[in-house]
């Protein structure tokens, strides 16, 4: 249990940083609004690729066809959460000014607590741990960005926009734990479970939240297409090492 707490809280830290990164940027909203959809399209490539690359293969080995359903399960609970519980993620950075903020942080800490099942389930797996960090540190950056975005729309206070990105990265290890007094050690039917559920939910957000988004900007059509094939060779060269 130390081993699994003490990276549990190492990776908490680096992925604050990520947090605290695209909680702060919309200060400069104008310089950096270009560069966000090659950031999001390296994103989904990443996203894409540990879904197909790492996490689905590692289900399957565990669990044999049955992680088929809890893919699907995974998907299923991001799609029908987004549709009549929340806004989309992504959506919400071109939103009017109007009263979105707390739907925001709901559905966002929904998909950070995710996040936060998919690297414990991660951690229960030698050399995987390591792939979900990156993914998640890759894909908590735009999220924060994007909720801090909606917060400043409603002219809240930088006092409640930093407690609502710290209510974020606290969802992170708030899944981890949960996963770890669910499974514990030892368990590889609830890990792969773990594992498969954890797979739908980013395979929604690649597909459902990001790549959609990407597709509005048709003028930057080769730029994107080089960062998401990028995002996609980063985790293959990842699954050759922690994989070998």
Not at 102 to 110: K, L, N, W
């Amino acid at each position: 249990m130390e081993t699994f707490l003490g990276q549990l809280g190492l990776y908490t830290g680096v992925l604050s940083a990520s947090v605290i990164a695209g909680g702060v940027l919309p200060v400069f909203f104008e310089k950096i609004r270009r560069h966000l959809p090659t950031f999001l399209s390296f994103s989904a490539g990443v996203m894409l690729g540990t879904t197909l690359i790492h996490l689905l293969p590692e289900a399957f080995e565990l669990i044999g066809k049955e992680a088929s359903y809890w893919v699907l399960w995974g998907f299923l609970f991001l799609y029908i959460f987004e549709r009549f519980v929340t806004v989309h993620i992504c959506e919400a950075l071109e939103c009017e000014v109007h009263t979105v903020g707390i739907a925001a942080i709901v559905g966002i800490s929904a998909h950070a607590l995710t996040d936060g099942i998919a690297l414990g389930s991660g951690l229960m797996v030698s050399g995987l741990g390591m792939v979900v960090l990156i993914t998640i540190f890759f894909h908590k950056l735009p999220e924060a960005f994007a909720l801090t975005s909606i917060l400043l729309h409603e002219a809240q206070g930088r006092g409640r926009i930093l407690f609502f990105n710290l209510l974020l990265i606290s969802m992170v290890p708030l899944g981890g734990l949960l996963v770890y007094a669910l499974i514990g050690p030892g368990s590889e039917r609830i890990t792969g479970i773990a594992l498969a559920f954890s797979a739908g939910t980013f395979l929604h957000i690649s597909v459902s939240d990001l790549l959609p988004e990407i597709h509005k900007y048709s003028e930057k059509r080769y730029s994107l297409f080089t960062a998401f094939f990028l995002g996609l060779a980063l985790m293959y060269l990842l699954g050759r090492f922690f994989h070998a």
